[in-house]
């Protein structure tokens, strides 16, 4: 709760996903709302593949609309984008979104899903991911806020900070929505504010420091404290800040300055203690590191019901309600803790039906967090640590703060107050001082109780952190509840003056694990007993007094001569000391002051029960070395006590000019406390501003509804962008498509399951009679400019079939077109309608007629067959001897037949070795192993006899097939003949025997 530094038994090094990793990562929780989306496209455009961060993004999303984050960022990054599922891992280059409906947690390093509350108000699941990952991940844990409105993540951003993580947030400016990012840079816990592309190097650059280099090892201290940088560190801190950090547990100040380290860049210590020599603004920053207010309402709710059910109660029963009652709440950060206590009294006075004086001092070293806690304005995610109840009964909502009610407000004075070196309060009930001692050193923690104890009344309660203890204080106080820390005093007026003498000057810091510390320890008791006897002997009632008259100490029993007025606490000197001698004190204390020089005071009245007596003065100047402060010492004793400076017997009229300086002094004192009247005049005049009250009331129930509908805002806000960002994604598509449409020359139109047009080219036009009026007629409406009698059965059968058909079809002006109907196919691969595509192939036609003219010219009987052996061409030539060797011929060598099959006789056949040779050659050809052959062969009829010569060659195309040419040879084989029978003398030349089987068997 207070604002000192972060627990350092108190977050985990790394989370288990360390221990499971040999080489832990840092992970990144981003926080994003109201137009998060732009942001956090802009942050992942300037992510590398390889930055070696776990990524986990937390929206709000709306529970009943799917999120299509997953798709959005993917084209934004390398890394993968997924959606996160309960119980994986977190792995580096990893980019984990979370799912609608859905609170995200992190146990052990593995993500957990819980389903989200439909009825729990408002709904805060960046707070909720952040402080898991703080808990899990310690130092390791990396917390940034994007745009959005509301405080969302205000809370992540303490706990990853009291964790020892680091914390950074979208710059207010460059939000669409600057609610978040300003409320968490409200709080001073966030370490770097750019726009989000600025935000990845500088993350990865800290993650890798954080890696690479283990918490620091101190350095051996040398005997000369000047040379030890941690020394020159604290001590650069004190001259600055007047706060000395000496006392403090020496992990608690290497962790803040080695986190101060990084982000300025440097590795060495001795480095570092340079820089805050030069620079007051570091150390200033360093200082403000040393202090993390981590304060919620009610912290710990089980210690502060102890306290309500066994403290409050005893404190108010059989109490006058003239009689104040007086709290002090030490280190109270920015207020959370005093307002809570305040609220308990509060209840408890409504129980009884009575009201009481309480008031609650509130201290806390760091001004800034009491001028926080003075405000009483805090963000709307308290609402997950103060009851509905006690919202609407204690709080008033004012925009998207909740304001403390004037009735709590009133019962609690803020103050700064450094519990090391001012003195405490008096008089107290009730002292409560929560996670503020787990921070000090034995001997300063030693002090700190024995300054409480001397604050407390008889049977007066102390109410420490749960994790702190009362050492060796122990038996001087009784326990109420041990779990809870809860004590009540047992002293009956006497305490250990020597507890409050533990030096708090700058001294060697201890390091743990000293040799001779406990024997330290006690020689350093026997020295607050010898100190204890000597002032109670030999010293007179002192009081040690800074320049603005507060006293700073007491030494000896001055109870007889301080009291303590009715009004609000103070500690001046001149309030506290009877009217007589505070007149004599505030001349001789301007004296002292201005001279610098000591002096003496006697005959001095006091008026007292036994009558008036006379006491003497002495004033002693006391300056600090260290910081050149000055004090004063004021010594009080009785008349007849031995004086060793000369007398100055007290002259009203020779000191008049001291006491009208004294008087411009009160004069001053009594305008601050005029301004304070003034302000109670502006406290009452907002009072009369009550009777709206009732009006306000009863719009409650309404905010709460306005809370509501804003967190469902965001929601549906978070959807929208999402659904523009995909609706811009189908825009550019669709204009691609319309333009492609536009371009193309290919006619095409688009049917829906009752041959309904939905869409169609331009080009198509040409080819069916349509206009853009006929989208959404049926296309057996219209009439169309091709020659396809079967159009429309085509588009029926395809649709039902699924199976596409092509169709060369001439228009009517003389063109050829290539006529597809395709199905249409949906995602789910269901056939949903029909394409129909015409392509203009007249070129293409002309291009086969020309060359089939070529080959009808030509005397050979020439076919080209594909690469499975069937016609595809042939010329007239071939047609016309098919035709003349009747049917048979045409069936087995016509256009769409096998030619292999021709070839291929069965065993017996006339001609049967001709034959098998060419179907052998075609087959070789056909299988690259031949570019060619030639074969003759006779081919004689019932009229004449006939010889071909058969020449095959392989196309030169990626498709294949080869061209087979019949030359009619004849004439040359007659020519042969009768030159062989010239040369032999016989009648007729030896002709083949199955001659004739090849008639029917090849043209």
């Known amino acids: 709760m207070p604002s000192q530094p972060d627990d350092p038994a108190g977050a985990p090094e790394a989370g288990s996903a360390g221990a499971a990793d040999p080489q832990p990562c840092c992970i990144v929780g981003i926080g994003a709302s109201a137009g998060g989306l732009e942001a956090l496209q802009r942050f992942f455009d300037a992510v590398p593949g390889d930055s070696d961060l776990a990524y986990v993004v937390v929206q709000h999303l709306s529970p009943v609309h799917k999120s299509l984050m997953v798709d959005l960022l993917s084209k934004h990054t390398d890394m993968e984008v997924v959606q996160a599922t309960d119980g994986v891992r977190v792995e580096r280059n990893t980019v984990y979104l979370l799912p609608p409906g859905k609170h995200l947690t992190i146990e052990n390093g593995a993500l957990r899903l819980t389903t989200k509350d439909a009825g729990s108000g408002m709904s805060l699941p960046i707070d909720i991911f952040l402080m898991a990952l703080a808990n899990d991940q310690g130092p390791l844990a990396m917390g940034v806020i994007l745009s959005g409105t509301g405080s969302d993540g205000t809370r992540g951003v303490l706990a990853i900070k009291s964790a020892g993580g680091f914390t950074a947030a979208q710059e207010p400016e460059t939000a669409q929505f600057d609610g978040m990012p300003r409320s968490a840079i409200a709080t001073g816990q966030v370490d770097l504010v750019l726009p989000p592309q600025d935000l990845p190097a500088k993350l990865i650059e800290l993650a890798r420091k954080v890696l690479a280099k283990a918490r620091p090892t101190p350095p051996a201290r040398p005997r000369d404290g000047a040379a030890d940088p941690l020394a020159q560190i604290v001590a650069a801190i004190r001259s600055v800040t007047g706060v000395d950090f000496t006392h403090y547990k020496l992990a608690t100040l290497l962790r803040r300055i080695e986190r101060r380290m990084h982000a300025a860049g440097i590795d060495s210590m001795d480095e570092y203690a340079a820089l805050l020599r030069r620079s007051s603004a570091e150390a200033v920053s360093l200082y403000k590191e040393m202090l993390i207010g981590v304060t919620r309402f009610f912290r710990d709710e089980a210690a502060f019901k102890a306290l309500a059910d066994k403290a409050v109660p005893a404190l108010l029963a059989n109490r006058s309600p003239t009689d104040m009652l007086r709290v002090w709440v030490c280190g109270c950060a920015t207020g959370e803790e005093a307002y809570s206590i305040a609220i308990l009294f509060a209840e408890a006075q409504e129980r009884l039906g009575r009201s009481f004086d309480v008031k609650i001092f509130a201290t806390d070293i760091d001004q800034d967090s009491i001028e926080t806690a003075s405000l009483g304005e805090y963000p709307r995610s308290i609402a997950e640590d103060v009851s509905q109840d006690r919202l609407a009964r204690f709080f008033t909502q004012r925009g998207e703060t909740y304001v403390v009610s004037r009735d709590i407000r009133r019962m609690v004075v803020f103050a700064v107050h450094n519990i090391m070196r001012d003195p405490p309060f008096t008089k107290i009930d009730l002292v409560s001082c929560r996670n503020l001692l787990i921070y000090m050193d034995q001997p300063l923690q030693r002090k700190v109780l024995s300054l409480f104890q001397y604050a407390l009344r008889q049977s007066g309660f102390l109410f420490l952190g749960t994790s702190e203890t009362l050492g060796d204080l ?69 009081l040690l007094v800074n320049e603005q008259f507060n006293i700073m100490h007491v030494f000896g029993d001055a109870s007889s001569l301080l009291k303590v007025p009715a009004g609000d606490a103070t500690l001046s000197v001149l309030k506290l000391l009877p009217s007589s001698v505070a007149m004599v004190t505030g001349t001789a204390l301007n004296r002292a002051f201005r001279s610098g020089e000591e002096f003496t005071l006697s005959s001095i009245p006091v008026k007292d029960r036994e009558g008036v007596s006379t006491i003497s003065l002495r004033v002693k100047p006391v300056v600090a070395r260290k910081t050149g402060r000055r004090f004063a010492l004021v010594v009080l004793d009785s008349a007849n006590a031995p004086l060793l400076l000369p007398e100055s017997d007290f002259d009203l009229n020779a000191d008049a000019a001291e006491r009208i300086r004294g008087l411009e002094q009160e004069l001053v004192s009594r305008g601050e406390n005029l301004q304070a009247t003034i302000e109670e005049l502006e406290t009452a005049n907002e009072e009369l501003q009550a009777t709206n009250e009732e009006l306000l009331a009863s719009n409650e129930e309404l905010q709460s509804t306005n809370e509501e509908l804003q967190s469902v805002n965001e929601e549906l806000y978070s959807v929208n962008t999402e659904y523009q960002a995909k609706v811009e994604e189908l825009t550019e598509i669709t204009n691609d498509l319309d333009n492609l449409l536009r371009s193309t020359e290919i006619g095409t139109i688009f049917l829906d399951s009752d041959f309904v047009i939905r869409r169609f080219t331009p080009a198509a036009a040409g080819f069916i009679n349509i206009i853009p009026r006929d989208v959404g007629r049926s296309i057996s409406h219209l009439s169309t400019n091709i020659d396809y009698p079967s159009f429309l059965d085509d588009i029926r059968g395809v649709f039902d079939s699924h199976l596409p058909i092509e169709r060369h079809v001439r228009v009517r002006d003389g063109r050829w077109i290539l006529t597809r109907i395709l199905p249409y196919l949906t995602d789910k691969n269901q056939v949903s309608g029909v394409v129909v595509t015409f392509v203009d192939v007249t070129a293409t036609k002309e291009a086969e007629q020309t060359l089939q003219s070529v080959l009808d010219s030509l005397p050979e009987h020439i076919a080209v067959i594909d690469r499975d052996g069937r016609i595809v061409t042939v010329n007239a030539a071939w047609r016309s001897f098919g035709t003349l060797n009747g049917a048979p011929a045409l069936e087995r060598c016509g256009v769409g037949t096998n030619y292999l099959g021709a070839c291929d006789v069965t065993e017996g056949v006339e001609g049967e070795e001709i034959a098998r040779a060419a179907h052998d050659g075609l087959t070789r050809i056909l299988r690259g192993e031949m570019s060619s052959f030639t074969i003759e062969y006779p081919c004689h009829s019932a009229t004449e006899h006939r010889w071909f010569l058969m020449h095959a060659v392989r196309l030169n195309d990626p498709q294949g097939g080869v061209v087979v040419s019949h030359i009619d040879i004849t004439n040359r084989k007659l020519m042969e003949n009768r030159l062989a029978t010239a040369r032999t003398g016989s009648g007729a030349a030896a002709e083949p025997a199955d001659a004739a089987s090849l008639v029917e068997e090849a043209p």
Do not use: C, W
């Open 474 to 542: 122990q038996p001087e106080f009784h326990t109420l509840d041990g779990r809870n820390k809860l004590f009540q005093s047992l002293r009956t007026g006497s305490y250990r003056l020597s507890r409050l003498l533990v030096p708090t000057v700058a001294a060697p810091l201890a390091r743990h694990g000293d040799e001779g510390s406990n024997a330290a320890m006690e020689e350093g008791a026997a020295i607050d007993e010898a100190i204890a006897a000597l002032l109670k002997a030999y010293v007179p009632p002192a």
